[in-house]
């Protein structure tokens, strides 16, 4: 019963730990492709809220400050409820 017990805290040890890993690096890429993006921005606040919302979606974030969106159309086409572009 003991190896049985053993067994299953460390597999929940290992399934817990490779998850944590995976938020944390993801979280990561966006936070920092967003700051570039937003460097220049007047409300940086507010375009660094939604960059990262579009990065953790499309798992992109286009190059430079502004424009260059069809480098990643799933942050282009992506819309607010007005149906004005959602992503800055």
């Known amino acids: 019963m003991k190896p049985m017990i053993l067994g299953l805290v460390t597999l929940l040890l290992i399934l817990t730990t490779a998850f ?4 944390v690096g993801g979280s990561s890429f966006c936070d920092s492709k967003c700051n570039v993006r937003c460097s220049k921005a007047g409300r940086r606040d507010r375009c660094l809220k ?3 919302i579009c990065c953790e979606k499309c798992n992109c974030v286009p190059s430079g400050t502004y424009g260059n969106k ?3 159309p799933c942050y282009r086409d992506m819309k607010n409820s007005k ?3 959602k992503c800055p």
Not at 20 to 23: G, H, K, M, P, S
């Open 83 to 85: 149906g004005n572009p």
């Open 70 to 72: 069809d480098e990643c």
């Open 20 to 23: 944590a890993v995976e938020d």
């Open 50 to 52: 939604y960059c990262g």
